[in-house]
């Protein structure tokens, strides 16, 4: 089993509809929990963090953890063209102090 | 703004050299890690520095070194290149162990190296 896995898509969502990115980790002391954005060619960076059960809202972007479940999700309202990318979820563990990243999602928006 | 920095952003090199990249990150981070991206296999971990002088392997350490001397200075190091080296390597810093849970990573630009 991976320790973070994702479903590598590619997710095809039309302009304007919500985008749902899942992920799930297998480490129960995983602590932090991190969404990242990849564009082709370019490095990934941060869309978001959470570290408690919950929702965490920020414009566009929810982020969703349930520790019990070991899953976090990533929302995507109103979604753009300029949102088609690949979505990282990155888990911390403060023990191994490493951040484990799954492979990715890749996110189509169609205009 | 947070700075990583790599030294290269293309690099071909060939077979049996020995190649340096390096790294460096502006913001007094203790964290800094060495990724490759290689497709479908995502970041893999090769090695991490939480101190300066310290150093841990990470999931893929093998063939590679690294070296930091100083706090924002992170060196990695391919002993002796090969052609299943070729990759995308991704620098990232991050804070230290003892300043709070939600410390991103940030990353460098990347190197695209090529192993000729």
């Known amino acids: 089993q991976k320790e973070v896995e994702q479903n590598s898509g590619p997710l095809s969502v039309p302009e304007g509809a919500i985008a749902s990115l899942n992920c799930t980790y297998s480490?129960?002391?995983?602590?932090?929990f991190f969404w990242y954005r990849q564009y082709s060619g370019k490095s990934p960076e941060l869309i978001m963090f959470i570290y408690s059960n919950g929702d965490k809202e920020d414009g566009r972007f929810t982020a969703q953890l349930n520790k019990a479940s070991q899953y976090v999700s990533l929302l995507i309202r109103d979604s753009q063209p300029s949102d088609s990318a690949t979505y990282l979820c990155a888990v911390f563990t403060s023990g191994t102090y490493k951040y484990i990243f799954g492979t990715g999602t890749r996110l189509k928006v169609l205009a | 703004d947070v700075k990583v920095t790599q030294s290269s952003r293309y690099l071909v090199k060939r077979t049996g050299e020995k190649v340096f990249l390096e790294c460096v990150q502006d913001m007094d981070h203790e964290n800094m890690f060495w990724y490759r991206q290689d497709p479908g296999l995502g970041l893999r971990l090769i090695y991490f520095?939480?101190?300066?002088?310290?150093?841990e392997k990470g999931d893929i350490p093998e063939g590679y070194s690294v070296s930091r001397e100083k706090k924002e200075r992170f060196s990695l190091i391919l002993e002796s290149a090969s052609t299943n080296q070729t990759s995308m390597y991704l620098c990232?810093?991050?804070?230290?162990?003892?300043?709070?849970?939600?410390?991103?990573?940030?990353f460098g630009q990347g190197t695209r190296l090529t192993v000729v």
């Open positions: 990232a810093s991050s804070l230290g162990r003892y300043r709070g849970l939600n410390t991103e990573a940030f």
């Open positions: 480490d129960r002391g995983s602590q932090s």
């Open positions: 520095s939480y101190d300066v002088k310290m150093k």
